[in-house]
């Protein structure tokens, strides 16, 4: 069985694209928003395991966009794992 976990991550600018290259690494992620200093969303992607490698360039080139008109933001990121059963 599997749960989704959200993690928030307080990034500047200049990191954000580093941070989201790192967790797309990492794999099992189901969703990224990108939050402003007030917490409101400017960019929600929906992820699946197909879409990944297509994300990578039109999307990043968009985040880069945000990344320089954000100074400081939250990038919220929901994930699944699996549920062990012990």
């Known amino acids: 069985m ?5 993690e928030e991550f307080e990034f500047n600018g200049d990191t954000l694209i580093a941070k989201i290259k ?4 990492e ?8 939050k402003n200093e007030e917490g409101r969303a400017l960019i929600d ?9 297509t994300l990578v360039a ?3 080139a968009a985040l880069g966009a945000i990344a320089a008109l954000v100074t400081k933001g939250t990038l919220v990121v929901e994930k699944e794992e699996e549920e062990n059963s012990g």
Do not use: A
Not at 22 to 25: I, N
Not at 27 to 34: A, D, H, P, W
């Open 45 to 53: 992607i929906p992820l699946t395991v197909g879409i990944l490698g």
């Open 27 to 34: 794999g099992n992620i189901r969703r990224m928003i990108i």
């Open 22 to 25: 790192e967790l797309l690494h």
């Open 2 to 6: 599997e749960t989704t976990r959200t």
């Open 58 to 60: 039109p999307q990043l």
